[in-house]
């Protein structure tokens, strides 16, 4: 692995002009990092990306690298690009086991960070290196939310997670699992106990519907519901799977893992939505893929699908008399997720819109006073990457409103 990241890094162009850069969400430096990590600094590269994004270590094993930076990566254009993940990898995952995080001077200010996905992680870690109280609710067991009970170990191993909450209590962050906000305690009863800022990064873990006959049948599953514990489910040898993003391709290569002897994703389109690696790791591991597929009904014997025929306008039309029987032990629904309306329906003043996300301006201010959200429960499921970064201008706009209490 040394070798090769090493080789990798020399294969950096150093180019004036960073593509790669640019294609990155978050604007790594990641020409000053491979120059430092060359030089015998591996431990300035890696601070150096951690300031620019807490959970570096993650987003170069999850981020959709062949869309963002190495997809912009100049030598690309001819040859393969540099392996920009995997140096990353390698050098976050060499300062996050070492790394001390200096805290400054308590403010003796409380803040409430409801959630602990890519959103809250972020806003805990830098809130709590500013000198403010940090407490963290969540609603499971364990902190990672999305990351811990959405992607796979395979993908995303646990340790990470268990390691960054430990990172995060050094840094005096307090944790209050299986707790969730707008049941026994409320958005209200955190002002009342002295919280003077209330961070939302609640996640989507509503699963999206179909609307169609057979849902409700009991082997048929929803995909988000899955990833959280896919020990709990008996799926039989043949499985088949209503959507194509990138938690199909989760779904789908963890229930080959657990015993299934067939899987198959099943997408309207004439092509996939998930990541193109993810699509090619699938097929590797022996995913099968069909396409412009409508469901009809989903029975006990499997779904019923119709073709989709695409017009010269690219129109997809559903083609009656096609319906067909597609064999399968265990149906899954992989169509992505929406909120659930815990905390806004047991709070006053947060407004949502039509797809029950909460509104917030560029800041990430809520529409009641004190309140800020981000991640995907204000723009939907999005990237690791997206979360961080708009969580980064939340961090900041919410030490700013605590500063003037």
């Not at 609710?137 to 395979?154: A, C, D, K, T």
């Not at 699908?305 to 559903?318: H, L, Q, R, S, Y």
């Not at 597609?326 to 309306?341: E, L, M, N, R």
């Not at 909460?358 to 309140?371: F, L, M, P, S």
Request: glycine letters at 8%; a neutral charge.
């Amino acid at each position: 692995m040394a070798d090769h990241v090493i080789n990798e890094a020399k294969r950096c162009l150093n180019c004036k002009k960073p593509m790669c850069r640019t294609g990155c969400p978050i604007n790594t430096p990641i020409p000053q990092m491979i120059h430092e990590f060359l030089n015998g600094g591996i431990t300035e590269a890696g601070k150096m990306v951690f300031e620019n994004n807490p959970l570096s270590i993650i987003c170069s094993l999850v981020c959709d690298h062949e869309a963002q930076c190495e997809g912009h990566c100049i030598r690309g254009i001819k040859e393969s690009p540099v392996h920009i993940s995997s140096i990353e990898n390698y050098i976050s995952s060499n300062y996050f086991d070492k790394m001390e995080i200096v805290r400054d001077p308590l403010k003796n200010k409380k803040a409430a960070v409801i959630g602990s996905g890519p959103a809250g992680i972020t806003i805990a870690t830098i809130l709590a290196k500013r000198g403010y109280d940090v407490t963290v609710f969540e609603s499971r067991e364990n902190i990672g939310g999305v990351l811990r009970y959405g992607i796979p170990e395979f993908r995303l191993p646990k340790s990470i997670l268990d390691n960054y909450r430990k990172k995060l209590y050094k840094l005096g962050v307090r944790f209050r699992p299986n707790t969730t906000i707008g049941g026994a305690i409320s958005v209200d009863d955190l002002f009342r106990d002295g919280y003077l800022a209330v961070f939302i990064g609640t996640g989507v873990w509503r699963p999206n519907s179909l609307n169609i006959k057979g849902e409700s049948l009991g082997n048929v599953h929803f995909a988000i519901d899955y990833l959280v514990n896919p020990d709990s489910y008996d799926l039989g040898e043949k499985v088949a799977i209503i959507g194509a993003g990138n938690s199909a391709m989760d779904v789908a290569r963890t229930a080959l893992r657990k015993g299934a002897r067939e899987v198959t994703v099943y997408t309207h389109s004439e092509k996939v939505r998930a990541s193109v690696r993810e699509v090619e790791y699938a097929q590797i591991d022996g995913v099968n893929f069909e396409y412009c597929k409508s469901p009809v009904e989903l029975t006990d014997k499997g779904p019923i699908f119709a073709d989709i025929i695409i017009n010269e306008d690219g129109e997809k039309m559903v083609q009656a008399g096609t319906e067909k029987l597609y064999p399968a032990d265990t149906t899954f629904i992989a169509v992505s997720q929406g909120p659930k309306d815990k905390i806004v329906s047991t709070t006053q003043g947060i407004d949502v819109n039509q797809r029950g996300l909460i509104t917030v301006d560029e800041n990430g201010k809520t529409t009641r006073n004190g309140i800020f959200a981000a991640g995907d429960v204000v723009n939907g499921a999005k990237t690791v990457v997206e979360a961080v970064k708009f969580s980064k201008a939340v961090a900041d706009a919410m030490d700013e409103y605590m500063q003037t209490l």
